[in-house]
């Protein structure tokens, strides 16, 4: 298990192909560019924040009698309730993200496998993870660090023609944080709406941004001015903005915390 502190001794994490996929994300997402961000997350070794009360001599990068029990994780809650693990491209990106007043956290380095593992344990609450928070806030689901380890399958593509394209719905893979800010806003000063989910919505490997709208009157003009705020935020990527069916909600939302819930505002 390799370790690291904030010290120039040890050898510094970069990680460029994954950070040049996460900036063509940006601008949409493709089948090429979701193929181009799995095999950058093969290859890479990210910055986790945690602490730990092993004292670490910094010529060592495997500690001996290192526990991995020791280290206490962080964690982020987003807005819409979910829990992901931060991991960072390199020490830069780590420092422009505040864990909190006081808190300097140490960082040890944590691969896909890494983080697969801590996902899949038994008391996990965490969803995914979040690259460079803050920043980019990028968001890789659990199922899909799951297909980048080779722990199950990745869903096979549908020939052209042969069959309509399966539709899923899941955790964005891009969190627009300014999006999701100016959603929330809008749904303050607009009286009928009551809660709002966000959900990645997948055409094979190709997500737009679904927002499901619960509302007091399922009028138009509800939804348009939720795709006022939205569409300008969102680098591109599709958006689409309906209304909440009962058979959406039993299927994909379930107990999902809403990213905007009337009775919950301050």
Not at 196 to 216: H, N, Q
Request: with cysteine.
């Amino acid at each position: 298990m390799n370790s690291r502190e904030n010290n120039p001794k040890m050898e510094p994490v970069h990680n460029p192909e994954l950070e040049k996929v996460i900036q063509d994300l940006k601008t949409g997402g493709t089948p090429e560019k979701q193929a181009a961000l799995v095999e950058a997350l093969k290859k890479a070794s990210m910055l986790a924040p945690c602490d730990f009360d092993v004292k670490l001599d910094p010529s060592q990068k495997m500690p001996k009698n290192f526990n991995p029990q020791q280290i206490k994780f962080f964690l982020l809650n987003t807005n819409d309730g979910k829990t992901l693990f931060p991991a960072f491209t390199d020490i830069e990106m780590s420092q422009k993200m505040s864990m909190g007043p006081g808190i300097k956290p140490k960082f040890v380095i944590r691969t896909a496998k890494d983080y697969d593992t801590l996902l899949s344990a038994q008391d996990n609450k965490a969803v995914g993870i979040v690259i460079n928070p803050g920043v980019d806030n990028i968001v890789i689901p659990m199922q899909m660090l799951a297909v980048v380890c080779g722990r199950i399958a990745a869903p096979q593509p549908v020939a052209p023609g042969s069959a309509p394209m399966n539709i899923t719905f899941g955790e964005p893979n891009v969190y627009p944080t300014k999006l999701v800010n100016a959603v929330y806003d809008r749904a303050k000063d607009t009286k009928a709406i009551q809660r709002i989910w966000l959900k990645g919505k997948f055409r094979g490997p190709v997500m737009s941004f679904y927002f499901a709208v619960e509302a007091d009157k399922e009028d138009e003009a509800v939804l348009n001015a939720i795709r006022e705020v939205a569409v300008p935020l969102s680098k591109g990527i599709d958006v689409e903005v309906a209304f909440l069916t009962p058979e959406f909600k039993e299927k994909v939302i379930k107990d999902e915390v809403a990213l905007y819930d009337k009775d919950f505002v301050l």
